[in-house]
């Protein structure tokens, strides 16, 4: 890697100012609202809009998180909690907290723990990743699946994941990327900027927020720039890998 990646207080103000709606709302409000809206459809869209491939996604980073045994995690913007279903169902004998700001995404995913018979190892709380409860060093591993590309403060939701994982705890963050490789690249910035918000505006009624994941998935700092944002606040043996040529990225990491 190169020498850090500070996130500038021009990029800071850019991430933080892209919004579904561009009301006087600030993103969080937004986001809020957002997820609020597009929750019955949340699931299904998921499905179609990647082509069933989000499921091996977080199949592949389940076992990411199965190699570090732990015994407990904090699954921040959980949405509708099908990641910490994954790790339960996989890893013997964790207990998953999962923590969302949309109560109607929470409400679904209890649901589906109901469903599953998990609620006595996967508990779901309403609350900002930004602003946690939890007391320092609470859990094992911290985990993200296309969650902190939404945080208000980029930095300061990451420094909470890093606050609440034990010392030699570990990170791990399942993020959309930008694909690199021609013509890969240019078919995904045709399909995520053109044919999805289309798609959304069918299915959910709310187009703005599928232009939305687009600008937020293009002012996003990934690959080697996010791993160097994990590096300087705190985390050691950073690494990243892509999935699907580039599509999305695991990221991982160790509390020093």
């Not at 409000?29 to 499905?47: C, H, R, S, W």
């Amino acid at each position: 890697m190169s020498k850090y990646f500070h996130i500038s207080s021009l990029t800071r103000s850019i991430i933080s100012s892209i919004k579904p709606y561009s009301s006087d709302a600030s993103k969080k409000e937004e986001v809020t609202q957002m997820f609020d809206g597009i929750a019955p459809y949340y699931d299904l869209l998921n499905k179609v809009l990647s082509l069933g491939i989000d499921k091996r996604w977080r199949k592949t980073a389940i076992k990411h998180v199965a190699a570090y045994k732990p015994k407990s995690i904090l699954d921040m913007a959980t949405g509708t909690a099908d990641l910490a279903i994954q790790a339960a169902k996989s890893i013997p004998d964790v207990h998953v907290t999962g923590v969302d700001i949309s109560s109607k995404m929470i409400e679904l995913g209890k649901e589906k723990v109901l469903k599953q018979k998990l609620s006595d190892r996967v508990v779901l709380h309403v609350g900002d990743s930004e602003n946690m409860d939890f007391e320092t060093d609470s859990f094992d591993l911290a985990m993200a699946s296309f969650g902190v590309r939404n945080f208000e403060d980029l930095e300061k939701g990451l420094s909470e994941m890093h606050r609440v994982i034990k010392p030699g705890g570990s990170i791990l963050v399942l993020e959309f990327s930008n694909p690199r490789t021609f013509p890969f690249k240019q078919g995904f910035e045709a399909y995520f900027k053109y044919l999805l918000p289309v798609i959304g505006r069918i299915k959910s009624k709310d187009p703005k927020a599928y232009s939305y994941l687009y600008k937020s998935v293009k002012a996003f700092p990934d690959y080697d720039k996010f791993g160097e944002i994990l590096t300087k606040l705190g985390f050691k043996d950073v690494t990243w890998k892509p999935l699907s040529l580039g599509i999305c990225t695991i990221y991982e990491g160790v509390k020093k």
